[in-house]
C-alpha cells in the first residue's frame, strides 16, 4: 500500500448519535485504496457503529463520509455495489451446508446455477473447507464459521470489504488461517478496513493503525510510528518469583528513573525508555538486591503500550 494511494474512504467530522450518545463523536478518517487499514479501540470506542455508517447500513447523523468516491448518504447505492461486509458473528444459514450457502448467495447474486456452482467450489477449496462442503453449517468449528462467513461476503469480489473484529473467539489456530485469508484478499487487490480491539492482531496485518476512543480519532500513523510516538524502547521483566515483584518494580525505578508498570501477569514489569543505556545497569542491581529474573528484554514499544499511553487504559478494557 501506498500512503499517496487514491483514498477509499474518507470522513470528515462524522457523527452517528444513538439518544443520547454520541456512538461517533466528530470521526475523521483518511483510509488509502490497498493494504489492511486497522481501526483499534475497545469495545464501545466506536469502531462497529463506523463500519455500519460506511457500509451504509446507518445513516450519519452530522459530518460526511465517502466510500470509493461516493457520498454514502447521497448515493449508498453505488458503495453497497462495490463493497463487503463481514460482521462480528457469522450470518449463515445454520441448516445449510457449507455449499448451499454459498450457492444460495451465488444464485442472488445473479449468478446462473452453473456458475454459483462454480464459484462456491473455488472459494470453499480455497478456504480449506472443501472436506467439510456438505457439512451443516451447525456442525462447523467457530474457525471454519469465520472462514465461510468471509467467503460469502466475497461471492462477488469487492473493491473495499470490511471486517468487523473478524477473530474475536477464535483459537490462535483459527486466528492465524483468518490472517492468511486477509493478507490474500490484500494480494488480490481488495481493500481491507479492519477493526479489531486485538493489537496483535493490527500488528501482523495492518499498514495503517487509527486508534479510536469514545467515538474520535485520537492518533494515526503506521504501526512503526505510533510505538515510536511513546518510546525508543520498552523494557519487559519478569521475576521468577512473583513475591518479590514490588521490590523488582522500586529497583527499577530507582536505575532507570522512569515509571515502571506492574503487568496484569503477577510477576511481569513493563518501563518505557528513551536512555538505553541506563538498562545496562539494571540486571547488576536486580543482582545485587537478590531477585532473580526469569525474563529481561528491551525492545520496541508494543501497540498495547501505545494504546495505553494514549488513552489511560488497556484495549481490551469494555466501554460502559
Known sequence: MRVDAPLAIRTHQLVKRFGATLAADGLDLEVPSGGVYGVLGPNGAGKTTAIRVLATLLPPDGGSATVLGHDVAADPDAVRSKVALTGQFASLDEDLTGTENLQ????????????????????????????ARNR????YSGGMRRRLDIAASIIVTPELIFLDEPTTGLDPRSRNQVWEIVRSLVAGGTTVLLTTQYLDEADQLADRVAVIDKGRAIAEGTPGELKASVGTGSLHVRVADAAVRSDAALVLRQVLDVPVVEESDPAALTARIEDTERVSRALPALEAAGISI???????????????????????????
Open 104 to 131: 444460495l448467495l451465488g444464485r442472488l447474486y445473479g449468478y446462473s446455477r452453473a456458475a454459483a456452482r462454480s464459484r462456491s467450489d473455488q472459494l470453499l477449496v480455497a478456504f480449506g473447507l472443501d472436506d
Open 136 to 139: 451443516q453449517v451447525k456442525n
Open 294 to 320: 526469569s525474563t529481561f528484554a528491551l525492545g520496541q514499544p508494543s501497540l498495547d503500550e501505545v494504546f495505553l499511553s494514549l488513552t489511560g487504559r488497556p484495549a481490551e478494557e469494555k466501554d460502559t
